[in-house]
């Protein structure tokens, strides 16, 4: 309840932040009816799950951001991907004629390794996050790699359903672990106003005489 009271306060402070929810609402709709098959349920479902998550990730105030993402960065990643594992079969086998393409896992071999280095790189330069907290991301990195990079080598043509949910799941941990990397060191609007208060005023006299006495320091 409060989640919903504050995402209805944000909608009254401005007008801006409506017309962007209906924004965002409209080009779900669109992106549904363009990969919509007949029957394609679980491309449907991900549109949903991922209108959801987006609509949480706006409602959380942002003061919350550090206690929630940084606390759960080291697990929650890895267990949404592994949580995930289902439906990514049910996906692959819901249109029995399909199979999975090469292509996928091509592609996919070369998107893990980027999206870990970037989730690496976030947490190198947080000042919330841990390096030890990217032990189990980094695993499940390496396992969807050597996966992508089996059904790409040796089973051209004749990849399974796991194969894809086992990507796909190792994807998903990837792209949650970047995106918690990311929100965790999103600064509070408090702490905004902090920063741009401090920026704005005059400096002050002790830093303004060290600095004159350090351009008169003779070369």
């Known amino acids: 309840m409060r989640l919903l009271s ?22 779900t709709a669109l992106t549904a009816r363009v990969g919509r098959i007949p029957g394609n349920g679980p491309f449907e479902i991900f ?7 987006g609509i949480l990730l706006w409602i959380i105030p942002r003061e919350r951001y550090g206690s929630i993402f940084a606390n759960t960065f080291g697990w929650l990643p890895v267990l949404l991907g592994a949580a995930s594992w289902p439906y990514w079969h049910w996906w692959a086998t819901f249109y029995p004629p399909i199979t999975p393409n090469t292509a996928f896992f091509e592609t996919a071999a070369q998107v893990l ?4 280095l970037a989730a690496v790189i976030d947490v190198r330069r947080s000042v919330t996050l841990k390096s030890s907290q990217l032990i189990l991301p980094i695993i499940v990195v390496f396992l ?3 996966n992508a990079l089996d059904a790409t080598a040796f089973e051209v043509g004749n990849a399974t359903s796991s194969d894809f949910a086992s990507v796909a799941a190792s ?3 990837t792209f949650i672990a ?4 990311v929100l965790a060191d999103i600064a ?6 902090v920063n741009t208060h401090k920026s704005s005023l005059p400096p ?6 060290a600095a004159g006495a350090q351009n008169n320091d003779p070369p």
């Open 47 to 53: 549109v949903g799950i991922c209108l959801v998550g």
């Open 188 to 193: 509070s609007p408090n702490e905004d106003n």
């Open 6 to 27: 504050s995402a209805v306060k944000r909608l009254k402070k401005g007008s801006f932040a409506l017309l962007g929810v209906v924004s965002v609402l409209i080009l």
């Open 204 to 209: 002050s006299p002790t830093s303004s005489i």
């Open 178 to 181: 970047l995106t918690l990397a």
């Open 171 to 173: 994807l998903t941990s």
């Open 113 to 116: 390794p980027v999206l870990l």
């Open 144 to 146: 969807g790699e050597v």
